[in-house]
């Protein structure tokens, strides 16, 4: 009799204890979200998304990245292993392999393929070195809780679905369809494959991208036509309407549109349902990744009208995300966080233009400069592997087929380089790897440091200065200055409380809280520290 009360009472503790968890939680990142977008469009706002979470919810106003390159891949592998590039591995949405001589991408297999479309499906999140709260989650109550990642790009629903989810979905440039890998599953599951059936990327581009207001509300914008942006496809202009039809057969065209956004809430919708996410006491993770604010905002800049329409109309679509999840899950049983993956900086042709710091450089420069530089001192060869992520990868082979002194070499590139006028600093790798810094920006490049994947040489460029192998218009973001690290982070729901704090945050902080909120494991490699504002 003892014993069965016993067993009673076990089971009655463990009903309680995941009752005292919200159902689902759901991480919601937004590609290259300046926090200032909140304050700048905040009239313009509706009541039941930004607002909403902001109101009802607690926002960190002075949240950073804490470490460079701001990059999406390292930006989302940051918010869901709690820990920055030097742990978690993804040191850029590409980096170099000396090994095979050439750039990867930072989720890139090889051994996996495609799923459902034609194109951008070999890829896995086994580059990501630590596990992630996603990860935990599954850990903790032995893969009965779902996790399911949605995003337009690849890298924005793997890595934050962690290593063994229930599915993590993208779209596919080619065939227009929402895909998945085989590293995950041999088929699509039938409701993706239904929403493959409505064609919805042709439905979008087949109507004109007009503004969602009249165009007098756009006045925290500069004029819609301006030298400061780059066509969506040649011959279309830079000013509304854009002319969709015109290439609708370009099923790729459509990431530089608000209407992904669209695409992505609405396989997010039929995730909750399909998968029959927060229907039982084991909480479960939906990861919703909205990236057309960046493809955007990459073309038009943060003053553009299509950045301020795009975010009107991302309001709209997290409205009625929430209310869908109020409906299906419960007012008040999930538990939403609301964060970007990086900022971006001005158009410096439109800050030079306004007497503001800001100019240009060119990468092919760079390594022509070096070439030239290194092969005065040492003889001729190619000493450039690669230069990416601000970071030069010599070629070590060569060095050491010569019998050169690899330091002297390391040194002469530094000196070439901050002779420049646009690099404010320059290390050789060895120095950053000690991670002795103290200075802001120089502890965020060590934070970005991995001595396995990193190049030889790491340099920082002057502020709101970019590459321009893509033309003078449009924006960018990789840097440690603030335009590109303050980001929102917002907690709403199950567990928060209505507030806001001053306190300078990091975006490894999130993982630990959530992983606190939900009381189970903190990721493997966490580094940050949990909000305290939301335990008091």
């Given at each position: 009799m003892r014993k069965t009360f016993s067993l009673l009472l076990l089971s009655f503790t463990l009903i309680l204890s995941a009752q005292e968890k919200p159902k689902l939680v759901v991480g919601i990142v937004v590609d290259q979200m300046?926090?200032?977008?909140?304050?700048?469009?905040?009239?313009?706002?509706?009541?039941?998304?930004?607002?909403?979470?902001?109101?009802?919810?607690?926002l960190f106003r002075n949240a950073h990245y804490d470490y460079m390159p701001t990059k999406t891949g390292?930006?989302?592998?940051?918010?869901?292993?709690?820990?920055?590039?030097?742990?978690?591995?993804?040191?850029?949405?590409?980096?170099?392999?000396?090994?095979?001589?050439?750039?990867?991408?930072?989720?890139?297999?090889?051994?996996a393929t495609v799923v459902g479309g034609v194109s951008n499906g070999e890829v896995s999140p086994r580059n990501v070195k630590t596990t992630t709260i996603t990860d935990e989650l599954r850990l903790f109550y032995n893969f009965n809780?779902?996790?399911?990642?949605?995003?337009?790009?690849?890298?924005?629903?793997?890595?934050?679905?962690?290593?063994?989810?229930?599915?993590?979905?993208?779209?596919?440039?080619?065939?227009?369809?929402?895909?998945?890998?085989?590293y995950y599953r041999n088929n699509l599951p039938d409701w993706i494959k239904e929403y493959n059936k409505q064609k919805r990327p042709a439905f979008f581009l087949s109507k004109k991208w007009e503004l969602l207001r009249d165009e007098s509300v756009y006045n925290e914008s500069i004029e819609d036509e301006n030298p400061y942006e780059q066509e969506l496809r040649k011959g279309m202009g830079v000013t509304f309407p854009h002319d969709l039809p015109s290439h609708k057969k370009d099923l790729s065209l459509l990431k530089y549109t608000p209407f992904t956004n669209t695409m992505i809430k609405e396989v997010a919708?039929?995730?909750?349902?399909?998968?029959?996410?927060?229907?039982?006491?084991?909480?479960?993770?939906?990861t919703v990744s909205f990236s057309a604010t960046d493809d955007i905002g990459h073309r038009f800049g943060p003053r553009s009208m299509e950045v301020q329409d795009t975010y009107l109309r991302l309001d709209k679509e997290i409205s009625e995300l929430l209310s869908y999840l109020d409906e299906k899950v419960g007012k008040g049983q999930y538990t939403l966080f609301l964060s970007a993956d990086h900022g971006a900086t001005d158009v410096p042709s439109y800050m030079h233009k306004n007497k503001m710091p800001g100019g240009y450089h060119n990468n092919g420069f760079i390594k022509n400069m070096l070439t030239d530089g290194l092969t005065k001192k040492f003889g001729e060869g190619k000493w450039i592997s690669s230069i990416i992520n601000e970071q030069v990868y010599l070629n070590k082979a060569l060095i050491s087929e010569k019998g050169i002194d690899f330091k002297e070499v390391k040194q002469h590139s530094i000196d070439l380089l901050m002779q420049e006028d646009y690099?404010?600093?320059?290390?050789?790798?060895?120095?950053?790897?000690?991670?002795?810094?103290?200075?802001?920006?120089?502890?965020?490049?060590?934070?970005?440091?991995?001595?396995?994947?990193?190049?030889?040489?790491?340099?920082?460029?002057?502020?709101?200065?970019?590459?321009?192998?893509?033309?003078?218009?449009?924006?960018?973001?990789?840097?440690?200055?603030?335009?590109?690290?303050?980001?929102?982070?917002?907690?709403?729901?199950?567990?928060?409380?209505?507030?806001?704090?001053?306190?300078?945050?990091?975006?490894?902080?999130?993982?630990?809280?959530?992983?606190?909120?939900?009381?189970?494991?903190l990721p493997s490699g966490a580094s940050g520290e949990p909000l305290k504002e939301l335990f008091e």
């Open positions: 300046r926090y200032d977008y909140i304050s700048r469009y905040w009239s313009d706002f509706e009541d039941g998304g930004f607002k909403r979470l902001i109101e009802g919810g607690f390292p930006g989302h592998a940051s918010i869901f292993t709690g820990t920055t590039p030097a742990r978690h591995g993804i040191v850029g949405n590409d980096w170099y392999v000396p090994a095979i001589g050439r750039n990867i991408n930072c989720v890139e297999d090889t051994t809780s779902k996790v399911i990642g949605i995003s337009l790009k690849d890298r924005g629903a793997v890595i934050p679905a962690g290593h063994n989810p229930t599915g993590a979905y993208w779209y596919d440039l080619q065939s227009g369809n929402m895909i998945t890998s085989s919708m039929k995730a909750v349902i399909a998968e029959e996410l927060g229907m039982d006491t084991i909480p479960d993770f939906l690099i404010v600093e320059a290390f050789d790798a060895d120095v950053v790897a000690l991670r002795m810094f103290t200075d802001p920006s120089l502890v965020r490049l060590q934070n970005g440091y991995d001595n396995k994947r990193c190049g030889d040489i790491l340099y920082i460029l002057s502020p709101s200065d970019l590459n321009d192998a893509w033309g003078r218009q449009g924006t960018d973001h990789r840097t440690p200055y603030t335009y590109d690290t303050h980001i929102p982070i917002i907690f709403y729901g199950y567990g928060i409380k209505a507030g806001e704090s001053l306190r300078p945050v990091a975006i490894t902080d999130i993982a630990p809280t959530v992983s606190l909120l939900l009381n189970i494991s």
